[in-house]
């Protein structure tokens, strides 16, 4: 089976940098989500990564090491909207087409 | 508007009744999938399809089906429900099933 590991919960401060790592275990790997969710809506979209190294979007940045099984997702000049939880997901399992969730990390943006 | 559409948005029932949640999507899109999402477990995949009569068990189908008889719709049925079936369930579409989900509103369900 397949197995993701990330933080239950963090706390940063407005403006400021934050990581959220996510290690994952997997066999048949075929790349890796974040998604964002707010309390009481649905899942959106952050990022993608199937190779190795970084991949920038705005504000949001995501890094992949296949390797290791690990990935983080870096937010920069944080906002109070921010506050959210994080999921990492992986697709992979033996037909590599088996997606995961992690039970995501809660951010939280303080002032 | 391109989305995916869950109802009914809430649901309550009695054990045993079956009931049916509709899913569609507007994006032509091949892949879909069924997730519920309880506290501490985060999203838990039920069903996927990969297209048009084709699905496939995820990590915990017990106690649901799904069909797949038209691409835009994929109706999630409890038989049977029963009170650990009570949870968030989402409903999700993409072009492909390496490429980003979209997610419907989300249906909450309590069975009592």
């Known amino acids: 089976g397949q197995n993701i590991d990330q933080p239950t919960e963090m706390t940063a401060t407005e403006g400021a940098i934050v990581q959220i790592n996510c290690t994952y275990q997997?066999?048949?790997?075929?790349?890796l989500f974040w998604y964002q969710q707010h309390a009481g809506e649905a899942p959106t979209f952050l990022s993608y990564n199937v190779l190795d190294g970084l991949e920038e979007k705005g504000r949001f940045s995501s890094f992949l090491s296949r390797s290791k099984g690990y990935s983080y997702l870096l937010l920069k000049e944080l906002q109070m909207k921010d506050s959210a939880s994080y999921l990492c997901a992986v697709m992979g399992g033996g037909g590599g087409n088996k997606l995961t969730f992690g039970t995501g990390t809660q951010l939280k943006v303080e002032l | 508007e391109a989305q995916v559409t869950q109802n009914p948005r809430y649901l309550i029932t009695v054990t045993g009744k079956k009931l049916t949640v509709t899913c569609s999507q507007n994006m032509n899109h091949e892949y879909m999938s069924w997730y519920r999402q309880d506290p501490g477990l985060g999203l838990r995949q039920i069903y996927y399809?990969?297209?048009?009569?084709?699905?496939d068990k995820g990590d915990v189908p017990e106690g649901y089906k799904v069909s797949r008889k038209e691409k835009r719709n994929f109706p999630l049925i409890l038989e049977s429900p029963s009170p650990n079936q009570t949870s968030l369930y989402f409903c999700a579409s993409s072009i492909a099933y390496n490429s980003p989900l979209h997610f419907g509103n989300g249906t909450r369900l309590t069975v009592t």
């Open positions: 399809s990969m297209n048009v009569e084709v699905t």
């Open positions: 997997t066999s048949g790997f075929n790349g």
